[in-house]
């Protein structure tokens, strides 16, 4: 159960930087619609990985830091149903989050122009 909800929890991170990414920078508001792919997706992909990391009854007896046996083969299923989706959650959020804060900053800078411009528009109303 640990490694099932080790990779659910990295794998609901992608869907809330997805979620922001379809608000924020495509503006669409239909993301409720996503809740039953999220979990089937999120739980899923968990359930799959843990299935492949048992078939090869890979999982010996825990020692100080991992679970997993000291074999080749141990490390490369570890390998392929842990790290790999994790840092493909990584580079995933990573980039959407890039995304996220451009358009944040986009907004920002678009709002401060504004600003300036309806007070420089006040400060010419004043000065007729």
Known sequence: SAHFFCVASFLWTTTIAFTLHRTVVKHKTDVEEFGFIFHLYVWGTSLVTTVLRSIGSDYGRPGTWCWIQ?????????????????????????????????????????????????????VRADKK
């Open 70 to 122: 000291q074999g080749s083969t141990g490390k490369i299923l570890h390998l392929i149903t842990f790290y790999l989706p994790l840092w493909g959650a990584i580079l995933y959020n990573g980039f959407t989050y890039y995304q996220v804060n451009r358009m944040l900053n986009n907004a920002t800078r678009m709002a401060v122009g504004m600003s300036d411009r309806s007070s420089q528009s006040d």
